[in-house]
Nanobody, 119 residues
Framework: QVQLVESGGGLVQPGGSLRLSCTAS???????????MNWYRQAPGKERELVAS????????NYANSVKGRFTISRDNAKNLVYLQMNSLKSEDTAVYYC?????????WGQGTQVTVSS
């Protein structure tokens, strides 16, 4: 029922920036405002990695050490949107990025958006 759709991925040069968006819908029983949100990424041949998290009200955020200081997660609960602002991109940031909505006993995933950092 819950649907998450990522957008904003693409090809960018090292040092460049991208902003990913996640549009959420279908929250029939528990509203979007109750969910914590994550951004994950997965590069070919590597484990899925948690990149950033944000609490339901947006007051608490956490980041992987590899992106801390470069990426910023935010949300607009009035619009059911989650963002990931990515600055100072590096080649090792190349991956498919996934939006994730979570509760203690449930979680939902988007289809992913490809981010490629290359000259």
């Amino acid at each position: 029922q819950v649907q998450l759709v990522e957008s904003g991925g693409g090809l960018v040069q090292p040092g460049g920036s991208l902003r990913l968006s996640c549009t959420a819908s279908g929250f029939l029983f528990i509203p979007f405002t109750m969910y914590g949100m994550n951004w994950y990424r997965q590069a070919p041949g590597k484990e899925r990695e948690l990149v950033a998290s944000i609490s339901s009200a947006g007051g608490n955020t956490n980041y992987a050490n590899s992106v801390k200081g470069r990426f910023t997660i935010s949300r607009d609960n009035a619009k059911n949107l989650v963002y990931l602002q990515m600055n100072s991109l590096k080649s090792e940031d190349t991956a498919v990025y996934y939006c994730n909505a979570y509760l203690p006993r449930s979680d939902y995933w988007g289809q992913g958006t490809q981010v490629t950092v290359s000259s």
